[in-house]
């Protein structure tokens, strides 16, 4: 609008009285300090924000060699992330407001606001705690502080919010340089076994090893919240708290990441029962190791020694975080003492008050570590201990409050297992789903950060997940699917029997279209209370039985079908749609259109489509058709519930008497007859909300995805405890071929093997099997059957496939010596967005014995000499077993079809043939591996066999084998 660019305080926005600072120029660090407008009006009222729930890790960006002492001098940069959680209804300081033209500055922050963390801290302390400092001059400034005299405004932005538990969730990315990859030199190591000689003292005195000062790099600020039922003992209320990691960049390239519900509900603990006491898990995963791999260090925090490869591994350690490891005076903060945290991240409460309890974990990998701190709410319920008149809290289902889960780049996530999520609750109340989706890994978080989430108990429109995930409802006999069938049935064309023009509307006699849909699963939507139709006739009976949405309007009968199913993306929303305005904002919201119009050859020339939706509202169970003129209206006319029906035809009607059901706002017979036809849908029962995570991750990583079930209408709004999915994403994997041993056959025997590689267990990969053309091939080799994948999977916990195929080949009398490696190719499918297609290969060693032939049936001594190109006498001499030459050989029997020779020095493929009255040629057909061998190219020791003839001498054998 013309406005110069906002300097320090310059230009800024006037609502009424009040001005807010909205264009800070944080470069040149000339910000209010107090983080507000010029004349402080937004702060005037603000008292100090009660954090609730915070994580601050940091992360590489960029490193080059820059040593303390030496290197290149080159700066590191880095990235430092803050997860928060806030009280909503503090007087925030807004950097940015969403639609900040409809809204107040009085107004709780929504999803997509930026606010400017503000309290009760400054450089000497925390020496206003009575919150006057902020009434009369505006609140005191709070930083983040990377450790080198450097410092941050805090400006975060709101990522989700809870109406119902008062808070917000928020992430700020400050991104620092650092001079010096670690503040500076601890002191000088002497690790046992190491050794250095040097030339001169200065020599040695460079090269001693020595330990590194870490930047110790904090957010800091006051005060904790102060909730209502906080016990003294756990609640550490109106105390500063204090985020801190710290940064050796020769050693470690990001400390954990770490996300929880900001509010975690447990049962009281009953310490009669000690193995009962409540449990949850905090989920942490190292930024930059693929999937589930564990953390490696670099240096170990010491220059001048390499760190040995026993000790690259940095595994994740969890404790309860101490004053000291917030950097906190124990006088200013007491570590909750019913806390207890075990080496796999599952902590245990052991609180017999119930409550608001401030909790924090330390997560620390050599090298690094990482603050959460959040909330746990007790609640007085005990479902495993003594009677107790507290209501039951509701109860996430699935084994375990942590689960794992595998998957991979391009791939839906949990096939062939669904990954659900699903609470129920004893007392029937209607339930928000409250969860956190985040990526524990660099490449991810920015994947996982897109949207924020308003949670709802009725919509949730896929917020706050990253690209590719969407959140569906289930339900136990869901809709998941909707189709609509024509039918011209023999009664609407008999005489007087509807209007005339049915007479001429043949095209969909029989119902065309009705047997497919039932065969695949698909029922009508019927008349109440109707019976008749054989499913033996559907055709000629479906009339009697389903409920015609085209009823007195002479046009096509109109059959609404619905498809029902348990484990499925649910339909949540159904709409119809008169016009096409309706229809463009339909499609906008998201709606899919059945293509088919409800008002097919009726005397209305307009166009009627029913749209559905899968969302994450709650499921759609039941749909029920009424027929005004037949049925009646739902409620008595007249009814304070009963609207009249407006000028265009709609109408309305009252939800609270058809059993549960509620109405959809469209006349179906709209603009074709005076009978009102009204569709009434009915959704899953209270008390409980099932979900199931559709998502097709694009990039490898660490995720989480940590949820829990709330009431949304009662007093208490008591929640299940928080469960965790823990998902390890990979990049799909070339397929891996699985070994033979050696093979070995005879001539005449078929050989029969298979060959198998191992690929990601999914049911959308494909893995196919050839055999590769270059190099050594089995001629006549063949695939019998189809691939087959085994039954059981295998290799990685279970997450392999195996695919393979058997191979046929049949040696005939021209593979004698055969040996070598036949290899197979093995293709992974590609097709589809983010995957890529592998190839890999796999050989296997097959060997031919030499003159051995494998008998088959009906096989005699002149057949197989015939083969070999000799006679049956010569056969029968390399046979002494053999008696007599007309019995009859056995199938399976193996018989000699030559001699073995060994290769002698000076020996030649001429000489031989002379000295055993044969033929180089003869030789050759005898021997695979000899077949374009040079007459000089024997090797010593070499194997061959040898057909020589008995009779003929050595100087006049004129036969030639081919």
């Given at each position: ?6 300097r ?10 009040e ?12 910000q209010?300090?107090r ?8 702060c005037?009222?603000?008292?100090a924000?009660?954090l ?7 992360r590489?960006i ?20 803050l ?12 950097v940015k ?9 009085t ?16 450089k ?45 969730m ?8 650092y ?12 690790p046992p ?15 001693q090893p020595?330990s ?6 904090y ?7 102060d ?25 470690r ?8 519900m ?12 000690a193995?009962?006491?409540?449990t949850?898990y ?5 930024q ?16 001048n ?26 006088t ?6 019913g806390?207890?945290?075990?080496s796999?991240g ?11 309890y ?13 603050i ?16 107790s ?13 942590l ?22 609750d ?7 789903l409250?969860?956190v ?19 709802s ?5 896929h917020?706050?997940?990253p690209?590719g995930?969407?959140l ?7 809709i ?9 049935p023999f ?10 023009v049915?007479?001429?509307?043949r ?38 039985q ?5 009823a ?7 059959y ?10 649910a ?12 229809e ?5 919201r998201?709606f ?14 307009k ?9 994450s509202?709650?499921?759609?169970v039941?749909?029920?058709l ?11 006319a007249?009814s304070p ?11 309305m009607a ?5 059993g ?12 074709a007859?005076?009978?009102k036809?009204f ?6 029962p209270?008390?409980?909300?099932s ?18 079930g709330?009431?949304a ?7 299940s ?7 390890s994403?990979?990049?799909?994997p070339a ?21 198998a ?12 099997i ?12 063949r695939?019998?059957?189809?691939p087959?994948?085994s039954v059981?999977?295998?290799?990685m ?11 046929e080949?049949f040696p005939?009398?021209?593979?004698g ?5 036949v ?15 592998d ?7 097959v ?7 494998w008998?088959?049936?009906?096989d ?18 390399f046979n ?12 399976g ?15 030649a493929?001429?000489?031989l ?6 033929t ?9 591996d000899?077949?374009?061998m040079?007459d ?5 020791g ?21």
């Amino acid at each position: 609008r013309g406005e110069p660019p906002a300097r320090g305080g310059g230009a800024g926005k006037k609502r009424g009285a009040e001005t807010l600072d909205r264009g800070l120029d944080k470069q040149e660090g000339k910000q209010d300090p107090r983080g507000c407008g010029q004349d402080g009006g937004a702060c005037r009222a603000a008292r100090a924000p009660a954090l609730r729930a915070g994580g601050a890790g940091g992360r590489v960006i960029q490193v080059w060699d820059a040593g303390v002492e030496g290197g290149d001098g080159q700066a590191q940069q880095v990235d430092f992330e803050l997860t928060t959680a806030w009280r909503r209804d503090f007087q925030w300081v807004y950097v940015k407001q969403v639609n900040a033209s409809t809204r107040t500055l009085t107004e709780s922050p929504i999803v997509g606001d930026v606010l400017r963390v503000t309290g009760l801290y400054d450089k000497n302390g925390f020496s206003d705690q009575s919150g006057t400092q902020a009434i009369t001059g505006g609140t005191s400034e709070i930083m983040f502080y990377p450790g080198d005299n450097a410092k941050y405004y805090v400006d975060m932005t709101v990522t989700s919010f809870s109406a119902s538990e008062n808070w917000i969730m928020c992430t700020t990315v400050i991104r620092h340089t650092y001079a010096t990859p670690y503040q500076g030199k601890a002191q000088d190591v002497y690790p046992p076994g190491f050794q250095y000689e040097a030339g001169s003292e200065g020599e040695l005195a460079a090269n001693q090893p020595f330990s590194h000062i870490p930047w110790k790099a904090y957010f800091m600020g006051c005060c904790r919240a102060d909730l209502p039922t906080l016990p003294a003992a756990g609640g550490n209320a109106n105390k500063p708290y204090r985020l801190e990691t710290m940064v050796d960049l020769t050693d470690r390239d990001n400390s954990p990441s770490s996300r929880t519900m900001p509010i975690v509900t447990v049962p009281k603990w009953w310490p009669g029962d000690a193995g009962a006491a409540p449990t949850f898990y905090v989920v942490a995963k190292d930024q930059y190791m693929p999937s589930s791999d564990p953390p490696i260090r670099l240096s170990g925090g010491v220059t001048n020694y390499p760190l040995p490869e026993a000790e690259w591994e940095a595994p994740l350690m969890y404790s309860v975080a101490t004053a000291e490891d917030l950097g906190l005076p124990s006088t200013t903060y007491a570590p909750y003492t019913g806390l207890m945290v075990d080496s796999m991240g599952m902590a245990t409460v052991q609180a017999q008050q119930a409550g608001y309890y401030q909790v924090a974990v330390k997560v620390f990998s050599n090298g690094t570590k990482t603050i959460v701190d959040f909330m746990v709410r007790v609640v007085d319920n005990a479902p495993l201990g003594p009677p107790s008149n507290a209501p039951p809290m509701p109860v996430a289902s699935g084994t375990g409050l942590l689960e794992r889960v595998n998957g991979w780049v391009g791939f839906k996530v949990g096939v062939p297992a669904m990954v659900d999520l699903v609470v129920t609750d004893p007392q029937q109340d209607r339930l928000v789903l409250n969860y956190v989706f985040s990526g524990l890994r660099v490449a991810a978080s920015t994947a996982a950060g897109g949207g924020g989430l308003v949670y709802s108990p009725m919509e949730l429109s896929h917020q706050g997940l990253p690209p590719g995930a969407l959140l569906y409802s289930t339900a136990e006999g869901a809709i998941v699917d909707i189709e609509v069938s024509y039918d011209n049935p023999f009664v609407s064309h008999r005489p007087q029997h509807d209007a005339a023009v049915s007479k001429q509307n043949r095209e969909f006699v029989n119902a065309p279209g009705a047997q497919d849909l039932w065969n695949r699963g698909y029922r009508p939507v019927n008349i109440t209370g109707s019976s008749g139709l054989n499913v033996n006739a559907l055709a000629d009976t479906l009339y009697k039985q389903a409920f015609n949405l085209n009823a007195g309007t002479g046009g096509a009968s109109v059959y609404m079908w619905v498809l029902r199913a348990t484990n499925q993306a649910a339909i949540t929303e159904l709409e119809v749609s008169t016009s096409a305005s309706q229809e463009r904002d339909l499609a906008g919201r998201g709606f899919v259109r059945v293509a088919k119009d409800l008002n097919m050859q009726s005397s209305s020339m307009k166009e009627i489509f029913l749209w559905y939706k899968k969302g994450s509202g709650p499921a759609i169970v039941d749909v029920s058709l009424v027929d005004v003129a037949v049925e009646g209206q739902c409620c008595a006319a007249g009814s304070p519930e009963m609207m009249s029906y407006d000028v265009s035809d709609v109408g309305m009607a009252c939800g609270n008497c058809t059993g549960g059901f509620t109405l959809v706002p469209a006349n179906l017979n709209f603009g074709a007859s005076l009978n009102k036809i009204f569709m009434y849908v009915k959704h899953s029962p209270r008390g409980m909300v099932s979900k199931q995570l559709s998502w097709v991750p694009q990039m490898p990583g660490h995720y989480a995805i940590c949820y829990s079930g709330q009431e949304a209408d009662t007093p208490m709004r008591l929640s299940s405890t928080q469960r965790c999915i823990d998902m390890s994403i990979r990049d799909d994997p070339a397929p891996m071929f699985q070994m033979l041993g050696n093979l070995t056959t005879y001539m005449g025997k078929l050989l029969t093997f298979k060959v198998a590689f191992v690929d990601i267990r999914h049911d959308d990969e494909m893995v196919t099997i050839r055999q590769a053309t270059d190099g050594l091939m089995l001629e006549g080799a063949r695939f019998t059957g189809s691939p087959s994948h085994s039954v059981a999977d295998v290799g990685m916990s279970g997450m392999q496939r195996e695919t393979s195929v058997m191979v046929e080949w049949f040696p005939d009398a021209k593979y004698g010596g055969f040996s070598g490696h036949v290899c197979f190719v093995a293709d992974d499918d590609g097709m589809g967005p983010y995957r890529h297609s592998d190839t890999s290969r796999g050989c296997v060693s097959v060997t031919v014995e030499r003159c051995k032939w494998w008998v088959q049936t009906e096989d005699t001594l002149v057949q197989v000499a015939a083969r070999f190109g000799t006679n049956w006498l010569q056969v029968w001499h390399f046979n002494p077993t053999i008696l007599h030459p007309d019995n009859a050989l056995p199938p399976g029997l193996i018989i000699n079809t030559g001699h073995l020779y060994q290769a002698e020095p000076s020996d030649a493929l001429s000489a031989l043939a002379e000295r055993f009255g044969t033929t180089i040629t003869h030789i050759r057909a005898n021997n695979w591996d000899m077949g374009g061998m040079p007459d000089s190219g024997l090797m010593v020791g070499q194997n061959m066999c040898v057909v020589p003839s008995s009779c003929a001498t050595a100087v006049n054998v004129q036969r030639t084998v081919g």
